[in-house]
């Protein structure tokens, strides 16, 4: 998949396999479920408006299952719901 290929920066897989990785050059974060031929943009678009990414660059979770991502052009870390 040429996004992860192009990913330089975070990347995080969770307990179904589920692959999530922040494509910072494209400012969204991608998902990738286990088995699939293509992920889908899962947060992001550029600018500084909630649920949108300027570079981000760095993916956790919690254990509640929220995916905490580090958006670096916005100094500031955005939390989305993966349900």
Avoid at 1 to 6: A, C, I, N, Q
Avoid at 21 to 29: F, G, L, Q, S
């Amino acid at each position: 998949m040429k996004w992860v290929e192009d990913a330089k920066e975070g990347l995080f897989v969770d307990t179904l396999g589920t692959v999530y990785v922040a494509d910072t050059a494209n400012n969204r974060v991608m998902r990738c479920t286990q088995g699939a031929k293509q992920g889908t943009v899962f947060a992001g678009g550029n600018g500084a408006g909630a649920n949108h990414l300027g570079a981000p660059v760095a993916l956790s979770f919690d254990r509640r299952g929220n995916l905490y991502v580090a958006d670096q052009d916005n100094d500031r870390i955005q939390r989305f719901s993966i349900e």
